[in-house]
């Protein structure tokens, strides 16, 4: 992890509420993949090309990638999130604190809605139409979520829901606004997917694909992205880190849709490589809260900032150039 950051995620563990904090630090199970993701980056290096003459652009390919009950770490919530985003992508949860409204009204570049399909398809709607009119630029399905992982953590300090005072705002008046109204079915398949196509004009993502197959039917769907990612270690402690499962998935896709990734970005050099493998864009998830912990707007900003920074050197570093032929495996 890049220092500066492990600063913040210091700072935060000081100032959060140990439960909130065990709630965005920890994962399934034993928290193998949780580990795994991070483990995944050290094992690769690059080998640079020199004397390419390339002046490097200020292009940084990423997305903050979707978190829930931001709240929990800082009175702002997703609103100061939002407005340290600059002009990366926010991909704004569904279990946001604040409205999708409101999020896209304070941002100054790209939202777009991360969704978990309902079964209640009429809740679905509800929730992509609310996106819409919020003016969200995309929908984001994450489709690797048929249960809720058991966190041992969350179950150890007995959290199951959020303090009084807080809730999920997008579903407030569906559902209900607690952790607990959002609904996961192992029923939602493809065909829900094209249900939700149906019924939007906007492009839709799907995330948490690990496997090629999967990926392969995302497109034969018409989905405008895929997003390889593990949900950030929460879901199944069996699968391999999601910087593992990346090229496979890059290579079925074979250019047809651009693949983004998440799961274990700590650093400009692990973003560098997710590229270099075939990423379109690497996304920034629990830094992003460590940030928002420790210092509100201010602190997100310096956790983007850090990130853009190292990347670029890194990229300079390449010769502008990131590929997969420059990948190898550390002895």
Known sequence: MNPLLAELHDKARAVLDPVH??????????????????AAFRRLALLPRVLRGKQISGDFPVMISPT????????????????????AVLVSSM????????????????????????????????????????????VVVTVDSP?????????????????????????????????RDIEMSPLVSWEHIGRVQEMTALPLWVKGVLHPKDAIIAVRHGVAGIVVSNHGGRQLDLVPAALDALPAVVDAVAGRVPVAFDGGVRSGGDIALALALGASSAGIGRPVLWGLAADGEQGVRRVLDVLR????????????ELSRDMVVTRC
């Open 68 to 87: 829930a009950f931001h709240r929990l770490a800082h009175p702002d919530g997703e609103l100061a999130t939002a407005r340290a985003a600059g002009d």
């Open 95 to 138: 279990a946001s604190t604040v409205p999708i409204a409101d999020v896209v009204a304070a941002a100054s570049g790209p939202v777009w809605f991360q969704l978990y399909v309902q079964p209640d398809m009429d809740v679905t709607e509800a929730l992509v139409r609310r996106a819409e009119r919020a003016g969200c630029e995309a």
């Open 147 to 179: 249960v809720f992982g058991r966190h041992r953590r969350d179950l150890a300090h007995g959290f199951h829901d959020l303090p009084a005072g807080l809730a999920a705002e997008n579903m407030r008046d569906l559902v209900g606004p607690g952790l």
């Open 21 to 38: 904090h065990d709630f965005f630090a920890g994962g399934v199970g034993d928290e193998v993949v949780l580990a795994e993701n991070e």
């Open 309 to 320: 920074d190292e990347f670029l050197h890194v990229l300079t570093l390449c010769g502008g």
